[in-house]
Structures are given as C-alpha cells and as structure tokens.
C-alpha cells in the first residue's frame, strides 16, 4: 500500500473513532441552569427624589420586600408557596396626589401574567395587591417571576406623566412542614407568606401586642425598620384589568418614558369589585 492510501486510510479510521468517543449525543447536553436574577428595587431608583410633579413626603415609596441578602436570595426577592401571593407596598401619598396606579406581573422572559390600573385609599400607608385568583395568573412552582408598582404623579391626563416606582422579585417553592412552620412563626424565610399571614392577623387584631412585636421583628429583620410603625390599610381599588399586551417587561421604562397622554391601553376591561 503507497504512503497516500495509508495516510487515507488513517484519517478515516481517526475520524470514525472520534465518532465514536464523542457521539453527536454530547452536542445536546441539557442547558446550564439559567443564572439568577438581578436585585429588585425597592425604593425609586436615583439619588435625586421623586420626580417634579410628585409631592415631597418624609418617607418615599418603599416595596416590603427584603432590603438585604436572604440566604441564597439577592435583594428584592423573596420566597412564596402560593399560587396567587399578595405583594405589600408602602405609599407614602393619598389619591389627590397620584394620578394612577399600575400593577404589573411578568415571567423571566418577559411575558406579563398580569396587569392593571388601581386607586389608593384615603389614608397613606402600607397596602396590598392582591393577584387575581385566575389560573392564567398562576405561579409555577421553581420559577422567578418579576413584579411592579408604578404610581404617575401626572395632575390630568392632558400632563405629561411623572412615574415613581418599585418593583421586586418572587419565586414559588413547595410547601413543606418546615415552610409552614416558618411561616407561622413569622420567620422571613419564605418572604411573602410570611408577611401576608402577619399583616392579615394584624388587620384583624391591630392592638394585639404580641402580633406588634412579631411584625416590628419580621421588619427589622430584612432591613424594613423604617416602616415598622406605618399603618396597615386595605389593599388598592382594582379599577381595570388590561387583558392585551403589546410589549414587555424589559421595554416597560422605555415606553412609559415616551408615554403620550392620549395614549389608551387596549381591552381594558373594567372590574365593578375588589378583591
């Protein structure tokens, strides 16, 4: 056999066997795991206070989520095992000083869950807003999904938005006897089960001394301290749910920076009750 055919030869043979070492099943490994998500946010971004048409108040707009690392968690984000979790935001203004409310829901990719317009109470204070009970609004079990609340200072609706805003982080796990005990106990481990269950015992029994305490120590111990004498309200009027999307979370601050008043969500479907 010449050197040509025995060189043939073996770059054939090699290249078989390296087929056969490294078979085309190495070429669909599983993904990585995706990495986690950024920090939430939750006081307004910026050092410069809110913006002009927002009215000056001691405290400013303050999500309840944890101000600090939680474990294996990021600041921002949170814990639940509920399908349908309730999210918790203190509003330092009353209804004459905001124009609208927004609430919105989405996943990691962006898709919005959930979205709409809300009102505030008379009374400043720390409100909920509750998610809907729809299963097209239900949390996945392993998943991060990706929360805001935004409040336009606008005086009408013929004035250019000023938007102040917060927006946080939850994931659903599984409920387990740990969980629930940590829960019932008050302990901030799994974040937005916890501070629901105490701020419902404490709406309920809002002189409770002992509720009083656990709620000053779920606070202090996420770095909420400054909203540990805040008073409790009822959760925000619901006035409509926008049932069509047209972009996504990521272009959400892009959008309402170039926001036109005259521009009208689409099927924005209008609820007669609250939830």
């Avoid at 949390?139 to 005086?155: A, D, I, M, R």
Wanted: proline content about 10%; charged content about 20%; glycine content about 4%.
């Amino acid at each position: 056999m010449s050197t040509q055919k025995l060189e043939t030869v073996l770059a054939i043979t090699l290249a078989l066997a390296s087929m056969t070492i490294f078979p085309a099943s190495a070429q669909s490994l599983p993904d990585p795991p995706s990495a986690p998500p950024p920090a939430g946010h939750p006081t307004p971004e910026g050092t410069f206070g809110p913006p002009p048409q927002c009215k000056r108040t001691p405290k400013e707009l303050n999500a309840l989520i944890p101000e600090k690392e939680l474990g294996s968690l990021l600041k921002g984000q949170g814990f639940t095992t509920s399908q349908y979790p309730n999210f918790w935001v203190y509003v330092p203004y009353a209804p004459e000083d905001i124009y609208s409310g927004e609430f919105s829901l989405h996943n990691r990719k962006g898709h919005t869950l959930y979205q709409t317009y809300f009102s505030l109470h008379k009374t400043p204070g720390i409100v909920s807003i509750p998610l809907p009970l729809d299963p097209k609004n239900a949390l996945e079990e392993g998943k991060f999904y990706h929360w805001y609340f935004t409040l336009n200072c606008g005086s009408n609706k013929n004035s250019k938005p000023d938007l102040v805003k917060v927006d946080g982080w939850v994931k659903r796990v599984a409920l387990t006897p740990d969980y629930e005990d940590q829960i019932n106990t008050a302990q901030p481990d799994i974040w937005y089960d916890a501070l629901t269950r105490l701020a419902n015992l404490r709406l309920t029994s809002p002189q409770d001394d002992n509720l009083k305490n656990d709620w000053k120590n779920l606070l202090n111990s996420v770095g909420l301290d400054k909203l540990v004498q805040e008073q409790l309200v009822s959760p925000v009027l619901l006035k409509c749910e926008i049932t069509e999307y047209t972009f996504l979370s990521y272009d959400l601050d892009n959008i309402r920076a170039n926001f036109q008043p005259e521009y009208k969500m689409p099927s924005c479907r209008e609820r007669s009750h609250t939830y």
